[in-house]
């Protein structure tokens, strides 16, 4: 049983807030990232998990102005600490927030408490050993593209959980492994692109959101 007294004692944390579509959003972020570090390889091991992206912010403001049909089955994979599951989630959506890493895992659980989403369902997944006993309508994920050796993983995810008619929304920069993946993606599903500016202090940011359904045979001629 999560218990977000023993969270609070096991983990130091700062609070980051955000406004998605009118609403506000309280996010607990560890406060360091020294523990999370493993220094005998910093670049495989470094806590992606443990920063809000710019991509997720996009993707969560997709989600909170989606329709919301409480019998489609959403999914998140790769949630970090969670904040586009709970805003989908706040906003009406019937959606399963998923993640590798246990600490992950234990932030995004106390981050669904603080932000009144107590129920949100969030388990622990593997891309690798998909775990999930049925298909669902939507899978939705930001800045999963990043690694190289998990983009074969990620696809046959997608092939495995998604329901035919199913669509695939993901978000993040456009950085080269994830532009080979994006075309590879091209050969077996539609692939509708949407850019988005980010703005602040000056700096500006491009997120691109890719709305996905597989392709009939026919239509990979």
């Not at 309280?26 to 999370?36: A, E, G, Y």
């Not at 443990?50 to 489609?72: D, Q, T, Y």
Request: charged share 25%; proline share 5%; net charge neutral.
């Amino acid at each position: 049983m999560f218990s977000l007294e023993s969270f609070h004692k096991e983990y130091e944390t700062t609070t980051t807030e955000l406004v998605i579509n009118g609403r506000r959003f309280q996010m607990l972020l560890p406060k360091d990232l020294t523990r999370f570090i493993n220094t005998q390889d910093v670049f495989h091991e470094f806590p992606l998990w443990a920063k809000i992206w710019p991509a997720s912010w996009v993707l969560a403001g997709f989600l909170a102005e989606m329709p919301v049909e409480p019998a489609k089955k959403i999914i998140e994979i790769g949630a970090g600490t969670g904040l586009v599951s709970i805003v989908a989630a706040s906003f009406g959506h019937n959606i399963t927030l998923t993640e590798s890493n246990p600490d992950a895992l234990r932030f995004a659980r106390a981050n669904a408490q603080c932000n009144g989403c107590p129920q949100l369902p969030v388990m622990e997944l593997d891309w690798n050993r998909s775990q999930l006993k049925d298909t669902v309508d939507y899978i939705v994920a930001s800045e999963v593209a990043y690694k190289k050796e998990d983009l074969r993983a990620l696809l046959n995810l997608f092939n495995r959980c998604m329901k035919p008619g199913g669509q695939v929304f993901l978000a993040g920069e456009m950085r080269k492994v994830s532009k080979d993946f994006y075309q590879q993606l091209e050969v077996d599903f539609n692939v509708k692109v949407q850019k988005k500016i980010l703005r602040s202090d000056g700096d500006e940011i491009a997120i691109y959101l890719l709305r996905m359904s597989r392709k009939h045979p026919a239509d990979k001629q």
